[in-house]
């Protein structure tokens, strides 16, 4: 069964940092780009950071350019979100989800459950 | 950046009726839309991708439409367990975006 779970979420005070992780399992990690999307409180869904399948390709949304980091791992099947000087616009749901191919250019098919940031004082 | 437009952002419906929304691009992105499905306290669900392809599983009464700027998600016949938003997605050229989304509910 193909599966993502994400993790590390939690509170943080306002230019705090956090590192959010998303564990893969089921299908051939490599072979797939992945994302992340993230939903704040009662609004729509936010597309975040892409990277392709073998990582050669990144791309962020300008709201998080130059403060949060994608990477992915593909000796421990797992993808990462470095995010620095964190604001409290970031509070939000973090999805991790699947591109339904290697190119960043796929549509999102496989979503993870979602990990919590919120950020505060 | 491509900006994405969708209307109405909510709408109420009757069981059975045909039930269509739109979503526009600020610039042409081909087929490289796709449509999701959020129920009330889930995931997004993929619907349609590459415009008008359904996704394994997705029941026939959704359908997609449209290329270049202008796309349509339709239902063909509301069912109770549709109540949800519908979200489109650019994923044509990054930055990716998402539309603002359209909450739908029965009358």
């Known amino acids: 069964e193909v599966q993502l779970l994400e993790s590390g979420g939690g509170l943080v005070q306002p230019g705090g940092s956090l590192r959010l992780s998303c564990a893969a399992s089921?299908?051939?990690?490599?072979?797939?780009?992945m994302n992340w999307v993230r939903q704040a409180p009662g609004k729509g869904l936010e597309w975040v950071s892409s990277?392709?399948?073998?990582?050669?390709?990144?791309y962020y949304a300008d709201s998080v350019k130059g403060r949060f980091t994608i990477s992915r791992d593909s000796s421990k099947n797992t993808l990462f979100l470095q995010m620095n000087s964190l604001r409290a616009e970031d509070t939000a749901v973090y999805y991790c989800?699947?591109?339904?191919?290697?190119?960043?250019?796929?549509?999102?098919?496989?979503w993870g459950q979602g990990t919590t940031v919120t950020v505060s004082s | 950046d491509i900006q994405m437009t969708q209307s109405p952002s909510s709408l109420s419906a009757s069981v059975g009726d045909r039930v269509t929304i739109t979503c526009r691009a600020s610039?042409?992105?081909?087929?490289?839309l796709a449509w999701y499905q959020q129920t009330p306290g889930k995931l997004p669900k993929l619907l349609i991708y590459?415009?008008?392809t359904l996704q394994s599983g997705v029941p026939s009464r959704f359908s997609g439409s449209g290329s270049g700027t202008d796309f349509t998600l339709t239902i063909s016949s509301l069912q109770p367990e549709d109540v949800a938003s519908f979200y489109c997605l650019n994923y044509n050229t990054a930055p990716f975006t998402f539309g603002p989304g359209t909450k739908v509910d029965i009358k």
């Open positions: 089921g299908f051939t990690f490599n072979n797939y780009a």
């Open positions: 990277i392709s399948g073998r990582g050669e390709s990144i």
């Open positions: 610039q042409g992105i081909s087929n490289f």
């Open positions: 590459a415009a008008s």
């Open positions: 989800a699947r591109g339904s191919g290697s190119s960043v250019r796929n549509p999102f098919d496989v």
